[in-house]
């Protein structure tokens, strides 16, 4: 199993109680698989705490983003792997003890971490072209100065195993919708060899909708992995079935 770890010496979090990986095809969190949750919180446990909870929103590529608190643990009780059917594709806190889970298998996860004196904010985000696009990162911005009054300059910040831009074909309704928004998203998409076909940019999308709402660009980690071409990971565009990679942070 491959435990990507790179982006805690590049995001800096070191010896500050955060704790995020990224992991491969080997752990398949398809939803219905409990043994893939179990075996995750034995890796993330393995590094010295118990008591872990995963958790994970039910990903309707939505923009609504939960944020859990000190009641969390309480409501969980006894049960370790908590599925929030409560729909949301993102969710922050300020708890220790949580795995805050996403699955993707095309879509972007993107971590947020906030390390502080008090232990820090994280956060995880299920980040598609529509849930993008639908103003999920706005949302993300909001919940952290809001609820959790951080400031985002300082929100350090990894995307995920995700698609390229040299394997993300789209239809040409797909760029015009973009277009309405916005002329400027032209740039993120490029003509590809097959007719009214183009590719699309994702995480340059992302990436733009993270700058545009205040956070650093020197603060954004791009693990520059593409889980289509890579098939050590899942790819739904590649594979056509559940199967999900999971991507985790948590305070310790
Ligand atoms: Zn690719």
């Given at each position: 199993?491959?435990?990507?770890?790179?982006?805690?010496?590049?995001?800096?979090?070191?010896?500050?109680?955060?704790?995020?990986?990224?992991m491969?095809?080997?752990?398949?969190?398809?939803?219905?698989?409990?043994?893939a949750?179990?075996?995750?919180?034995?890796?993330?446990?393995?590094?010295g705490?118990?008591?872990?909870?995963s958790?994970?929103?039910?990903q309707?590529?939505?923009t609504?983003?939960?944020?859990l608190?000190?009641?969390?643990?309480?409501?969980?009780k006894y049960?370790?792997?908590?599925?929030?059917?409560?729909?949301?594709?993102g969710?922050?806190?300020?708890?220790?003890?949580?795995?805050?889970?996403?699955?993707t298998a095309?879509?972007a996860p993107?971590?947020?971490?906030?390390?502080?004196?008090?232990?820090?904010?994280?956060?995880?985000?299920?980040?598609?072209?529509?849930?993008?696009?639908?103003?999920?990162?706005?949302?993300?911005?909001?919940?952290?100065t809001?609820?959790?009054?951080?400031?985002v300059?300082?929100?350090?910040?990894?995307?995920?195993?995700?698609?390229?831009?040299?394997?993300?074909?789209?239809?040409e309704?797909?760029?015009?919708?973009?277009?309405?928004?916005?002329?400027?998203?032209?740039?993120?998409?490029?003509?590809t060899?097959?007719?009214?076909?183009?590719?699309?940019d994702?995480?340059?999308?992302?990436?733009?909708?993270?700058?545009?709402?205040?956070f650093?660009?020197k603060?954004?980690?791009d693990?520059?992995?593409c889980?289509?071409?890579?098939?050590?990971?899942?790819?739904?565009?590649?594979?056509r079935?559940?199967?999900?990679?999971?991507?985790?942070?948590?305070l310790?």
């Amino acid at each position: 199993m491959i435990y990507l770890c790179g982006g805690l010496k590049k995001l800096n979090v070191k010896n500050t109680g955060i704790v995020y990986g990224f992991m491969d095809g080997s752990l398949d969190f398809n939803p219905g698989n409990l043994t893939a949750r179990k075996e995750l919180l034995n890796i993330i446990q393995s590094a010295g705490k118990t008591d872990y909870y995963s958790y994970e929103v039910e990903q309707s590529h939505g923009t609504r983003i939960a944020v859990l608190d000190e009641k969390f643990k309480e409501a969980a009780k006894y049960n370790r792997n908590v599925f929030d059917k409560n729909d949301a594709d993102g969710v922050f806190t300020g708890e220790s003890g949580i795995a805050l889970c996403i699955r993707t298998a095309d879509c972007a996860p993107v971590l947020f971490a906030v390390p502080n004196n008090s232990g820090g904010i994280i956060g995880a985000v299920h980040c598609g072209w529509k849930g993008a696009y639908g103003g999920i990162i706005k949302n993300a911005k909001n919940v952290l100065t809001d609820k959790f009054n951080a400031d985002v300059r300082g929100v350090l910040i990894a995307i995920g195993p995700s698609i390229c831009r040299k394997c993300y074909e789209v239809e040409e309704d797909f760029l015009n919708l973009f277009l309405a928004k916005d002329n400027l998203n032209r740039k993120f998409f490029e003509k590809t060899a097959n007719k009214n076909k183009f590719f699309f940019d994702l995480k340059g999308f992302i990436k733009k909708e993270l700058i545009l709402n205040g956070f650093s660009d020197k603060n954004i980690y791009d693990l520059n992995i593409c889980n289509f071409e890579d098939a050590g990971f899942f790819s739904y565009r590649r594979d056509r079935d559940l199967r999900r990679q999971v991507s985790y942070i948590a305070l310790l």
